[in-house]
């Protein structure tokens, strides 16, 4: 967003509630409806040299049997490649490029927002420094960033309540392995209670090898059990809780139990989001990205979607007045990213996981004994359509059976 402004003439500031910005977590997809932004910016290159030039997406039963395989990025199509990335990586890459383009002063650490005021003329936002002090700032415009739980979605919304969770938890971890088919593949496989991601994401130490990103997504608790509490959230994981699950996804070409037994340390977190919000501006402040529209990781559209908010309050701030910019960005993403809130809690493309391991628990031998075609077409395409990955014309499903995978 600060970048998408400073390219558009509008001076910003960003504060960040953290003293250091440090490179953390691990994977994330940089689709290329979200990758043509970051090449506008001039950082597209950068973030390339880092990252993996993702190929193929497959999705699979427990077993490795293909339901559906999708070429990625240029390979499908696409005017830009689809990146895979450490997570830092890509947050290392903003802040040093900001750090260079914007004004001294401009990106403030240890800022951490306590409430607002606006009036006519702008908005006066009060936060709490690291030192313990207080600090008034003054702007034409607030906007909240500030993820999952957001403190100004709070204060917009002091009613909304605590995150929704369906008792699903996420183990999520990095490590250097053997390359498998073909080192850019992004597979996705599912029995009826684990769901495994594993990607690479960044060039090894030796050829034959990658930094590959697992997630591992397992069942623990009803739908109507509470989230856990916030200080649960991002802990390091325990082996004991992840293998029951690891060892559920049994494919030919990865070992799933050894892949997760060398990480040498790894996080768990739960699986949420939360409604979509009726409203996201108040006169001068809005909201962006997971403040906006925290959204289950599924289809790697979160990050995708908060760029593209970015870049389009960016352009309406630069061409309108900020209180009828607000509202025209509001029109333009809420409905969009309120479908894809819902889409994701249902399964998004990952969908036809699982009706095929409804429908199919112990394997198939004709994959249209458990879906058909046009159910992939329709979800998988669908899903491609309403989140502006692809217009109307462009899908073309390299999908199904062993033989119709290689065509």
Known sequence: MALSLHQLGIACMVFEATTEVHEI?????????????????????????LAIRTRELRYMNHLGQRIWTGKCGLWGGHDMPQLSIHRGKLHGVLWRTAQARLPAGSLRTGHRLKSFDQDHGGVTARFRRADRTDADERGCVLVGADGIHS??????????????????????????????????????????????????????????????????????????????????????????????????????????????????????????????????????????GDAAHPMYPTGSNGSAQAILDARCLAKLLSEMAPEVALRAYETERLPKTAEIVRNNRRGGPERVLDLVAERAPNGFEHLEDAITPAELVDIVGGYARMTGLIDNHQFSPNAGSERQADT
């Open 25 to 49: 977590g691990v994977g994330i997809n940089i689709l290329p409806h979200s990758a043509r932004v970051l090449m506008s910016l001039g950082i597209f290159g950068e973030l390339e040299e």
């Open 151 to 288: 403190v100004l979605r709070s204060l917009l919304h002091p009613t909304e309540g605590a995150v929704r969770w369906q008792g699903s938890q996420l183990w999520r971890g990095a490590v250097e392995w053997p390359v498998f088919e073909g080192g850019n593949t992004m597979m996705i496989a599912a029995d009826l209670r684990t769901k495994l991601t594993v990607y690479p994401i960044a060039r090894g130490r030796s050829v034959g090898t990658r930094l590959t990103n697992w997630i591992v997504n397992g069942k623990v608790a009803s739908s109507t059990t509470p989230p856990p509490p916030r200080e649960g959230w991002s802990r390091p994981g325990k082996l004991d809780d992840v293998l029951p699950f690891a060892k559920r996804i049994r494919l030919p070409f990865l070992d799933v139990e050894a892949l997760v037994r060398a990480t040498p340390s790894f996080f768990e977190y739960p699986e949420c989001d939360r409604d979509p919000l009726p409203w996201w501006t108040q006169g001068r402040v809005t909201l962006l």
